[in-house]
T-cell receptor
Framework: GDSVTQMEGPVTLSEEAFLTINCTYT??????LFWYVQYPGEGLQLLLK?????DKGSNKGFEATYRKETTSFHLEKGSVQVSDSAVYFC????????????FGTGTSLTVIP | ETGVTQTPRHLVMGMTNKKSLKCEQH?????MYWYKQSAKKPLELMFV???????ENNSVPSRFSPECPNSSHLFLHLHTLQPEDSALYLC???????????????FGPGTRLTVL
């Protein structure tokens, strides 16, 4: 069945460091891929998405490229800020399974000044 | 701003209480969802409603009872809960469910439920 695997945290970085959070997926069809972010005490917010192979989603300095050959959608940011501290969730939606969402377990990021 | 609101934000209840969680979406979407988020576990999809009809119920205990009176509102009625039901309950909506297009889900802030 469909699933998402993302790197376990927690991840702690200094401000302005480079961030990578790995995400790989398994899907029956050709899924759409998403990154959601959850700030403390809040719900999930859509950060970025990509709907087909080689698409790059980007928002707020974050980027992720849909890599069909490696079934990956790694999240990157060149220079993190303290305000990026949150939990990041990778997810997929597969039309072959009725567009049900499958989420990873989340990766907690803490950025220290 | 997500366009999906949830009330209350926090709820403490005893095992014999009956309470309800409310979700409202202001996005004109046709599908709404309830998820349970527990510590150290992936999000668990509980219920899916599409055009006010329940389309999925992922083996959720009967002490959780959803209600969708219209496409903008979704309730989760709770009764005789157990302490292990303590979690963050998230509501989400999407334009459609199971359609041909990309089905981005938009989440509310959640209700933090504690069962004593």
């Amino acid at each position: 069945g469909d699933s998402v695997t993302q790197m376990e945290g927690p991840v702690t970085l200094s401000e302005e460091a480079f961030l990578t959070i790995n995400c790989t997926y398994t899907a029956t069809g050709y899924p759409s891929l998403f990154w959601y972010v959850q700030y403390p005490g809040e719900g999930l917010q859509l950060l970025l998405k990509a709907t087909k192979a080689d698409d790059k989603g980007s928002n707020k300095g974050f980027e992720a490229t849909y890599r069909k050959e490696t079934t990956s959608f790694h999240l990157e940011k060149g220079s993190v800020q303290v305000s990026d501290s949150a939990v990041y969730f990778c997810a997929l939606s597969d039309r072959f399974t009725g567009n049900q969402f499958y989420f990873g377990t989340g990766t907690s990021l803490t950025v220290i000044p | 701003e997500t366009g999906v609101t949830q009330t209350p934000r926090h709820l403490v209840m005893g095992m014999t209480n009956k309470k309800s969680l409310k979700c409202e979406q202001h996005l004109g979407h046709n599908a709404m969802y309830w998820y349970k988020q527990s510590a150290k576990k992936p999000l668990e999809l509980m219920f899916v409603y599409s055009l006010e009809e329940r389309v999925e119920n992922n083996s959720v205990p009967s002490r959780f009872s959803p209600e969708c009176p219209n496409s903008s509102h979704l309730f989760l009625h709770l009764h005789t809960l157990q302490p292990e039901d303590s979690a963050l309950y998230l509501c989400a909506s999407s334009q459609d469910h199971g359609g041909a297009g990309v089905d981005t889900q938009y989440f509310g802030p959640g209700t933090r439920l504690t069962v004593l």
